[in-house]
Nanobody, 121 residues
Framework: QVQLVESGGGLAQPGGSLRLSCAASGFTFSSYAMSWARQAPGKGLEWVSGIQSDGSNTYYPDSVKGRFTISRDNAKNTLYLQMNSLKPEDTALYYC??????????????WGQGTQVTVSS
């Protein structure tokens, strides 16, 4: 069955960095787009990045553009999110999500359990 397992969350200071990973199994990872999304306490789900199945195109909302970088290693079935210049407002539970097609269009069919990121001094 499809499994998505996030890791790498934790506590970071403002201006600091973290790298999240998402280990995927149970499907042909290289055939599907993947995304990261987050949910802050008391707020709705926010999409933060997407990547095409072959890694050739990446997408970000303005809130993280220039600070976050999504990437993937299809040989290792792993998705990454490099987060730099972290801000307190980046504090959230971060999820990786599998899309139903090769291009990210925001139609997710599987989610991981999430990894907590807290940005605080």
């Amino acid at each position: 069955q499809v499994q998505l397992v996030e890791s790498g969350g934790g506590l970071a200071q403002p201006g600091g960095s973290l790298r999240l990973s998402c280990a995927a199994s149970g499907f042909t990872f290289s055939s599907y787009a993947m995304s990261w999304a987050r949910q802050a306490p008391g707020k709705g789900l926010e999409w933060v990045s997407g990547i095409q199945s072959d890694g050739s195109n990446t997408y970000y909302p303005d809130s993280v553009k220039g600070r976050f970088t999504i990437s993937r290693d299809n040989a290792k079935n792993t998705l990454y999110l490099q987060m730099n210049s972290l801000k307190p407002e980046d504090t959230a539970l971060y999820y990786c999500a599998k899309e139903g097609r090769a291009y990210p269009v925001g139609e997710y069919d599987y989610w991981g359990q999430g990894t907590q990121v807290t940005v605080s001094s």
